[in-house]
């Protein structure tokens, strides 16, 4: 079993930084590509960024892209997301996730372990 805990979650301003992590415990995760997703309330869950087992290939989406960083060490079991120039807009529940798989993908049905979440709430 694989357990993903996020942390690095917050309040912060409108404009403000926050860098997400997320611990893998149970198994390793170099072989496996990760992901972010964020759920806020009364939306469904939806993607964030990705990246491949390696690290070498990453994916955004649109709504972020250019604000957040997606990265990895696979020594530390670890992902992060670096998140810049927040937006009320991005106050939601992140949540990584594992996919069976090296190669990263934009769906939630592809992952086959999730973390608890953890909130992100950004002010006006």
């Known amino acids: 079993q694989v357990q993903l805990v996020e942390s690095g979650g917050g309040l912060v301003q409108a404009g403000g930084s926050l860098r997400l992590s997320c611990a893998a415990s149970?198994?390793?995760?170099?072989?496996?590509?990760m992901g972010w997703f964020r759920q806020a309330p009364g939306k469904e869950r939806e993607f964030v960024s990705t990246?491949?087992?390696?690290?070498?290939?990453?994916y955004y989406a649109d709504s972020v892209k250019g604000r957040f960083t997606i990265s990895r060490d696979n020594a530390k079991n670890t992902i992060y997301l670096q998140m810049n120039s927040l937006k009320p807009e991005d106050t939601a529940v992140y949540y990584c996730?594992?996919?069976?798989?090296?190669?990263?993908?934009?769906?939630?049905?592809?992952?086959?372990?999730w973390g608890q979440g953890t909130q992100v709430t950004v002010s006006s």
């Open positions: 990246i491949s087992w390696s690290g070498s290939s990453t």
């Open positions: 149970g198994r390793t995760i170099s072989s496996y590509a």
């Open positions: 996730a594992l996919r069976l798989s090296g190669v990263y993908a934009a769906t939630a049905p592809a992952y086959a372990y």
